[in-house]
């Protein structure tokens, strides 16, 4: 059984920076893909980074340039940096893995407020 478990979530205040950690039960480099996810109330789940075994990137158009997603195979790890938060950016992140399954962490609550 695979086990994601997130933490570094918490209250910030608006420009503010979070670093996202996601700590994998078994190799990294088991996961073809390893992403963020972020559902706010009322919105549903969406995607906001993603990377490959060959580090390859994805990201949402509402975090390009602000969120950067990377991942340390030697520390079974992906991490999300955010910088520039904003308000709109309040929510709970997800940390997903995907090989020939797929595996979400239990959430971390990323706030941002003044």
């Known amino acids: ?5 997130e933490s570094g ?8 920076s979070l ?14 893909t390893m992403a963020w996810y ?10 906001v980074a993603a990377i490959t075994t060959g580090a390859v990137t994805n990201y949402a158009d509402s975090v390009k340039g602000r969120f950067t997603i990377s991942r340390d195979n030697a520390k079974n790890t992906v991490y999300l940096q955010l910088n520039s938060l904003k308000p709109e950016d309040t929510a709970v992140y997800y ?13 971390t609550q990323v706030t941002v407020s003044s």
């Not at 979530?9 to 503010?16: E, I, K, S």
């Not at 940390?95 to 979400?104: D, H, K, L, P």
């Open 1 to 5: 059984q695979v086990q994601l478990v």
């Open 9 to 16: 979530g918490g209250l910030v205040q608006p420009g503010g």
């Open 19 to 32: 670093r996202l950690s996601c700590a994998a039960s078994r190799s990294t480099y088991s996961f073809n």
């Open 38 to 47: 972020r559902q706010a109330p009322g919105k549903q789940r969406e995607l």
């Open 95 to 107: 940390c997903y893995a995907r090989n020939y399954a797929s595996y979400w962490g239990q959430g």
